[in-house]
């Protein structure tokens, strides 16, 4: 739990119900999200549906999320954490979840081998974008315009874009990765590509 | 880490690699279990497959295994635990692992729904009678006899069969499930059936 949690009240699940249950809760929800894929999807023909358990399983696994945050583990602490194994971290830990969401929307729907990755790298810049603007705001914004403590990357000895590379070259990647999405969507029905085309450029130019 | 374990040298994950890691680990290998159902069925139809992530889901989850493993917690340290818990436990923790593998083996060798349930029922008993000849076999061997400490279950308070109903009862019990099992079989092809009735009639007779 971060202080901000703490600040705020807000108890996590480990510290009301013990580690123990904690862990058995995770384990749980893992097993119910493919329970409930396979007893609540309609309309979709099977094979779709194991299409999504593959790519699910692979995002959560040792390949995807649970990579991201061993190597998040591993490293903390470390002074000398480089753009690669920053950029691993987020790859795994927050833009694969955006990713595997994406590419299971566009596989249940009905889309093609070519619009399913188109989807996937979408999503892998849109994630990771989200990440590098969480950077840039907490190096720049005050606590009171994020609602939650500002600086804290810098306290802590996190590594971050702007630590790693500066604001001006952060603000770069964080632009062309909005490009490189919004790229993605140029062969789509511009009305219904109209919800992503904006939502990669909420992430680039939120301010909180 | 028991303390069989730990006679033996054998060091548990947690130990090893610590609590964090070991949880990460245990998260992985749920997600593989359903990737790799994904990646490498063959030859099964699709709606079959989904039908197992149905099962297995349900078995591992909040329902199956974790639910058993939260019971087993909460009455840890317990002196009043009642045959209906103990039962709810063994159940929940063990047999459903059987009943799962043996269901999704009967889904994907393409059994009738009537013989998909009698395959959960025989497994089911199997997997109850393996923890009741457990719990008689702590009771009545020697150390030496189980390659185990025997008596531990006495010495560490835990609830048993025996300690509910005494021996000869919990030997009825388990001629019971047996008979349960095996009764199961009795409309497959008997060649076929042979294993699963030397499975149920080994599980009965085993001595350590």
């Known amino acids: 739990m971060d202080n901000d949690d703490l600040r705020r009240g807000k108890l996590t699940t480990h510290k009301v119900y013990g580690e123990s249950i904690a862990v058995l809760a995770g384990d749980a929800l893992i097993a119910l999200a493919f329970e409930h894929i396979a007893n609540?999807?309609?309309?979709?023909?099977?094979?779709?549906?194991?299409?999504?358990?593959?790519?699910?399983?692979?995002?959560?696994?040792?390949?995807?999320?649970?990579?991201?945050?061993?190597?998040?583990?591993l490293l903390t602490g470390s002074s000398d954490v480089g753009l690669e194994q920053l950029e691993y971290i987020h790859l795994h830990k927050t833009a694969l979840l955006a990713e595997v969401s994406a590419v299971m929307g566009a596989i249940l729907g009905g889309g093609s081998d070519e619009e399913i990755e188109k989807m996937r790298i979408y999503a892998r810049c849109t994630g990771l974008l989200f990440q590098v603007l969480d950077d840039i705001l907490d190096a720049t914004k005050s606590s009171e315009q994020l609602g939650k403590t500002a600086g804290k990357d810098l306290m802590t000895g996190k590594t971050t874009y702007p630590k790693l590379l500066g604001l001006e070259k952060s603000r770069e990647i964080a632009e062309k990765l909005n490009r490189e999405a919004k790229e993605q969507l140029s062969d789509f029905d511009p009305e219904k590509a109209a919800p992503l085309v904006s939502l990669a450029d909420y992430v680039l130019n939120r301010q909180n």
Not at 51 to 58: A, D, M, T, V
């Open 40 to 73: 609540a999807t309609v309309g979709v023909t099977p094979d779709r549906i194991v299409r999504i358990f593959s790519e699910l399983g692979k995002a959560i696994g040792s390949q995807g999320a649970v990579a991201g945050q061993v190597m998040d583990l």
